[in-house]
């Protein structure tokens, strides 16, 4: 059974979870399920991410990140990005990126907050640096990650807060740049009915643990302000003005 997640490459989805595992990456932002640009399909929710690795000590690092997501009609989409916080705290993590992508037009807008600037730019797909494509430091060959699909295992059904969705276990394998193969496996579980996945659980090397969760799921039209550049925000000409490590106390930082 092939799950359908979104309209990019394989690889370049599966990374963009995968790469919140590795140290570089967690002090970033804390990535999320793939939402699909599908209209008439209107949602609020909330993404709730827990991510572990495992130092290079040895000691082991859990960050978590709670961000809320939402589809209108129109197939627009908004997401939130949140730095990874250390899971024994109890206050929101601090709210790095929004992201707001209009189907129709093809335009992304990232607003950020700590800053209050944003870029907007028309783009023919996802960014790969940007939004839930980072890709830090992932090995490459010829420019390409070095991944291919080696498993794929039908997990059947079950309900998920009474939606219906469709499981699968994927044992991937990616080649680094000495030839070391590097065996991670994923469990994702689709919902037909919203077109996006519910849960992913990734277990990859070195026992790292990625769980996103999507929760609170309200089937109600979202409240158009959120799809709005505030007024009191400048524009920039670059898509991330500033780096995101100048955000102190996250997870790694």
Same mark, same amino acid.
């Given at each position: 059974?092939?799950?359908?997640?979104?309209?990019?490459?394989?690889?370049?989805?599966?990374?963009?979870?995968?790469?919140?595992?590795?140290?570089?990456?967690?002090?970033?932002?804390?990535? !999320?399920?793939?939402?699909? %640009?599908? &209209?008439?399909?209107?949602?609020?929710?909330? %993404?709730?991410?827990?991510?572990?690795?495992?130092?290079?000590?040895?000691? %082991?690092?859990?960050?978590?990140?709670?961000?809320?997501?939402?589809?209108?009609?129109?197939?627009?989409?908004?997401?939130?990005?949140?730095?990874?916080?250390?899971?024994?705290?109890?206050?929101?993590?601090?709210?790095?990126?929004?992201?707001?992508?209009?189907?129709?037009?093809?335009?992304?807008?990232?607003?950020?907050?700590?800053?209050?600037?944003?870029?907007?730019?028309?783009?023919?797909?996802?960014?790969?640096?940007?939004?839930?494509?980072?890709?830090?430091?992932?090995?490459?060959?010829?420019?390409?990650?070095?991944?291919?699909?080696?498993?794929?295992?039908?997990? !059947?059904?079950?309900?998920?807060?009474?939606?219906?969705?469709?499981?699968?276990?994927?044992?991937?394998?990616?080649?680094?740049?000495? !030839?070391?193969?590097?065996?991670?496996? !994923?469990?994702?579980?689709? %919902?037909?009915?919203?077109?996006?996945?519910?849960?992913?659980?990734?277990?990859?090397?070195?026992?790292?643990?990625?769980?996103?969760?999507?929760?609170?799921?309200?089937?109600?039209?979202?409240?158009?302000?959120?799809?709005?550049?505030?007024?009191?925000?400048?524009?920039?000409?670059?898509?991330?003005?500033? &780096?995101?490590?100048?955000?102190?106390?996250?997870?790694?930082?």
């Amino acid at each position: 059974m092939r799950v359908r997640r979104s309209p990019l490459p394989a690889w370049s989805w599966k990374l963009s979870l995968l790469l919140v595992l590795t140290p570089a990456a967690m002090p970033q932002m804390a990535n !999320g399920i793939f939402i699909t %640009s599908v &209209p008439d399909i209107p949602f609020t929710a909330i %993404s709730e991410l827990e991510s572990t690795y495992i130092k290079p000590d040895g000691t %082991s690092v859990t960050g978590k990140a709670t961000r809320a997501i939402a589809r209108d009609s129109k197939g627009r989409i908004f997401k939130e990005g949140r730095r990874l916080e250390p899971i024994t705290e109890s206050v929101p993590s601090l709210l790095i990126l929004v992201d707001i992508y209009d189907p129709r037009t093809k335009t992304y807008t990232f607003l950020y907050p700590p800053f209050r600037t944003f870029w907007k730019g028309t783009l023919e797909r996802p960014p790969l640096l940007i939004a839930d494509e980072y890709f830090y430091g992932w090995p490459t060959r010829d420019g390409m990650p070095a991944y291919r699909l080696a498993k794929e295992e039908d997990l !059947g059904t079950q309900t998920i807060d009474g939606m219906t969705v469709r499981g699968v276990r994927e044992t991937q394998e990616v080649i680094d740049e000495s !030839g070391k193969k590097i065996v991670t496996t !994923g469990e994702y579980w689709y %919902s037909d009915d919203l077109h996006m996945n519910l849960v992913a659980t990734i277990n990859g090397p070195d026992k790292s643990i990625l769980t996103v969760r999507v929760t609170q799921v309200e089937r109600t039209e979202p409240d158009a302000t959120i799809f709005e550049i505030p007024s009191n925000y400048k524009r920039t000409e670059t898509p991330i003005p500033r &780096p995101l490590s100048d955000l102190k106390d996250g997870i790694g930082q």
